[in-house]
């Protein structure tokens, strides 16, 4: 059995309407802007994408839902996460662990990490003990201290039997 490590990496800034709802990890967060973004810019979905396509050596989430596409536009990212993920089962691996690192100065979004576990996890067709969130701030620093936009790491585990 092999083991294959991929890193996710987004970012996406605060727009400047209040209607944008802030949807991180699928999971719908009450604050007075959301993030902008082709689709429903779930920083948190997008990282753990990237991080399962670089595992499985697939290429990258622009690379799988255009930014250009209209089929993307307000799409709802764990959908967009359960479709690379598919990608990746029938590539002949198997999901094991995503670890997310969530950067940002607000809102406090430790609250919110349990029910981000369970969504991000349910795409993956896992249990949420499969995922790990950790939300932090940057201390005040720079664009994400200065409350500008989120970023998010992650990194993903899968296993692929046989070579
Ligand atoms: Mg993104």
């Known amino acids: 059995m092999t ?18 709802r802030l949807i991180l990890g699928g999971v719908e967060i009450p604050h007075d802007r959301g993030l902008e973004g082709h689709s429903d810019a779930d920083a948190v979905a997008h990282a753990v994408t990237d991080a399962l396509l670089g595992a499985a050596g697939l290429g990258d989430i622009g690379r799988m839902f255009p930014n250009d596409d209209p089929r993307w536009k307000d799409a709802d990212s764990l959908q967009l996460l359960n479709q690379a993920f598919l990608k990746v089962v029938e590539a002949g691996f198997q999901f094991v662990h995503a670890d997310v690192t969530i950067i940002a100065e607000r ?18 067709l896992a249990g949420p003990a499969h995922v790990s969130i950790k939300a932090k701030t940057n201390e005040g620093m720079g664009w994400i201290g200065r409350g500008e936009g989120i970023a998010v790491f992650a990194v993903a585990t899968l296993a692929q039997h046989g070579d």
């Open 3 to 20: 083991m294959r490590v991929g890193i996710g990496y987004d970012s996406h800034a605060f727009g400047k309407k209040k209607a944008r």
């Open 107 to 124: 809102p406090k979004l430790a609250p919110h990490v349990d029910a981000m576990e369970a969504k991000i996890a349910e795409a993956l």
